[in-house]
Nanobody
């Protein structure tokens, strides 16, 4: 099984990026996909998650109103649209898969993780 993130890069403050997450090889149904991030010297932080079956979403307070999570089930892909980016959004962003149905930003609830994609917000 694989969880592959893409779309990271360098962007100026106030700019936008769209991250993609594409899980593959799963034989069991999974419902919740989450995005997490970890900045140097800081603990991992939950950013957002989505129930890919019903489309319900949940956001961390720090990104609410700036980030949007969505899914395209036909492409088996989840996106994280990030707008109004700030230097403090700089981190490695990880996508993760949960076999539960609960929307949660508790990383312990996620079974599979991608390798991460770097997002750097700097002028």
């Amino acid at each position: 099984v694989q969880v592959v993130e893409s779309g990271g890069g360098l962007v100026q403050p106030g700019g936008s990026l769209r991250l993609s997450c594409r899980p593959s090889g799963f034989t069991l149904d999974y419902y919740v996909i989450g995005w997490f991030r970890q900045a140097p010297g800081k603990e991992r932080e939950g950013v957002s998650c989505i129930n890919r079956s019903i489309g319900s979403t949940y956001y961390a307070t720090s990104v609410k109103g700036r980030f949007t999570i969505s899914r395209d089930n036909a492409k088996n892909t989840v996106y994280l649209e990030m707008n109004s980016l700030k230097p403090e959004d700089t981190a490695i962003y990880y996508c993760a898969i949960s076999f539960g149905r609960l929307l949660t930003l508790n990383g312990g609830s996620y079974a599979y993780w991608g390798q991460g994609t770097q997002v750097t917000v700097s002028s």
